[in-house]
């Protein structure tokens, strides 16, 4: 990753929280009161790094480098956010159990009827509610995302608290950044400014509970590239409804003028509905986003893709055969699960870079070990990863074995909860 | 690793919470008030106008809250200002009008030094 991309994440957070800090650094106050003021405004400018962070822009993305990152560092900002709010009134009451440990208590109390204190404590109640739904696994997409939504619901709240205060410059200004960012997510992001409008073409299955959709821009197509993924959100055909949500899905071919192949594999409700989906069907796409290809190198290359993860792997070779020498591992549950084995086959019959390895590794956890290549024959390779995360996770220490870790190894995890 | 970071922090917040509470209910009451109380005059009161220094004069009484003010939830800007003064509207307007809890009124009685004379 360029140097840019890679300190900019970094430099901005260090910007809102020194920032946030340094504007507000008490003077000739006790130490626990001075330490507590200074955990709030950190978390209180960590918040504001980590709202920014969930903007899904394609220009911000690209800047910082790329989507996952930016989740990753918008999962950490926020945890460590919440670690200092948590501990900000707690040193606050610690600084006041020197005068009496009652006053220490009426310094933390819920009781104290004090509108300050009630957002302060409304705010942490929300964060916690807000991170206990996030950090659970197994909840369905939508009410996870509501859940998630409380945790903008608890900036606002504490931000109150803030003001409940005594309005400032400072608490002026993480106003109107907070605002800023949020609205910015609804608006460009959650109601869709930033899409731009498309039509289903065409759809063919292309394996089990799997079809690739290929989507006709209706204005000016986004830019893409292979190897990257879009946010696409289906609305409404003749007869179909879609579930409108935004939905992260690899391009399986960018062909000319702006039209784009996608991969769909039922993994959820609305993907599973998405199945059934119809030519005419009006579609919002947002991105492009992802850097997955973008560090591929004259090297020679192996290729492990898991099911679905083999689309961003069909949409470089549809795009032109790299000059690089590659192996091209393809593994599925059952022959049935295996999704464009014909155009694969065929584009390994005429080139002779290519090594195509086809592998049904049935239901249980397979011994990946016995499809790897050994270690002297991956020498000098470039890996890249695409695949659920339980495989991906599954084959990192065996490649690891092999020699291929660190800046050898590529992958994207396409989590975005 | 994020997600046992939290719950850990979480549990030990309310463990903490709980030991400031235990504190707050096991710790001694104030000492009553001196039955007769010294009478200070307003002048006397405007002599300690500094935030270290602080006395204010709140429904008749006097008190010294230069110890409690670094601890006083709102900004120094808003309280300072009554140091040495008569406050009595201020603390009972504070906040959009709404007056101090009344958990607030018996901790200020903690720091009762008197009672102004006219």
């Known amino acids: 990753m360029p140097a840019v991309p890679f300190l900019a994440i970094p430099c901005l957070v260090a910007i809102l929280v020194g920032g946030a800090i340094f504007w507000t650094f008490p003077e000739a106050l006790p130490f626990w009161r001075s330490l507590g003021i200074v955990l709030g405004w950190g978390g209180c400018g ?96 939508r009410i996870w995302r509501g859940l998630h939504g409380l945790l903008g619901v608890a900036v606002l709240v504490g931000l109150g608290h803030l003001v409940l205060l005594g309005l400032s410059a400072p608490i002026l200004a993480a106003l109107i950044l907070a605002v800023a ?21 065409a759809v063919r299955p292309v394996a089990r509970d799997m079809v690739e959709i290929a989507l006709t821009p209706l204005a000016e197509p986004i830019a893409a590239q292979v190897g990257q993924f879009v946010l696409v959100a289906f609305l409404r055909g003749e007869h179909f409804r879609g579930c409108g949500e935004f939905h992260p899905f ?29 030519p005419g069907v009006a579609v919002r796409v947002q991105g492009s986003f992802g850097v997955f290809l973008d560090a591929a190198v004259a090297a020679p290359q192996f290729w492990i893709a898991g099911g679905i993860g083999i689309t961003p792997f069909l949409a470089a070779l549809r795009g032109g055969m ?36 086809l592998q049904a590794t049935g239901d249980g956890i397979p011994d990946l070990r016995q499809w790897l290549p050994e270690a002297a024959d991956l020498v000098g390779h470039e890996c ?34 | 690793m994020m997600r046992r970071l939290a719950y850990f922090a979480t549990v030990t917040f309310w463990l903490l919470v709980l030991a400031f509470w235990a504190g707050g209910r096991l710790a001694p009451p104030p000492a009553p008030a001196a039955a007769v109380e010294r009478g200070i005059a307003l002048a006397e009161v405007a ?48 906040g959009k009008g709404k007056p101090h809890s009344a958990a607030a009124d018996a901790l200020l009685e903690e720091y009762r030094i008197g009672r102004v004379e006219p």
């Open chain 1, 181 to 201: 960012f949020l609205g910015w997510r609804l608006v460009r992001v959650d109601f869709g400014s930033a899409a731009r409008p498309y039509t289903v073409a």
């Open chain 1, 322 to 357: 790299p000059a690089q020498s590659i192996r091209l591992l393809y593994l599925y549950r059952h022959d049935a699960d295996a999704a464009f084995v014909d155009e694969l086959q065929a584009i390994a019959a005429q080139e002779p870079g290519l090594t195509l390895r």
């Open chain 1, 250 to 278: 690899t391009l399986s071919a960018v062909d000319p003028p702006g039209r784009l192949r996608i991969g769909v594999k039922a993994l959820g409700d609305c993907t599973r509905h998405i199945q059934a989906i119809e």
């Open chain 1, 384 to 417: 890249y990863l695409c695949g659920p995360p339980a495989l991906v996770a599954a084959l990192r220490p065996l490649l690891e074995e092999r020699g291929l870790a660190g800046r050898h190894l590529h992958f994207e995890s396409f989590d975005f909860r």
């Open chain 2, 47 to 94: 002599r300690h106008d500094q935030p270290e220094d602080c006395w204010m004069v709140i429904r008749g009484g006097v008190y010294d809250v230069g110890a409690y003010l670094p601890e006083h939830p709102s900004r120094p800007a808003l309280v300072l200002p009554w140091c040495g003064k008569e406050a009595s509207e201020a603390y009972a307007t504070k």
């Open chain 1, 46 to 141: 960590l918040l504001l790094a980590s709202l920014l962070l969930m903007v899904r822009e394609a220009r911000l993305a690209r800047w910082l480098g790329g989507l996952e990152r930016m989740y990753r560092w918008h999962h950490g900002t926020g945890v460590v956010a919440y670690l200092c709010l948590l501990a900000h009134p707690l040193a606050l009451a610690a600084g006041a159990w020197e005068e009496s440990p009652r006053l220490a208590w009426q310094t933390l109390s819920p009781w104290s009827e004090s509108w300050p204190v009630w957002a302060g404590w409304g705010s942490l109640l929300l964060l916690m509610a807000g991170l206990a739904a996030t950090f659970r696994r197994g909840l369905g997409y």
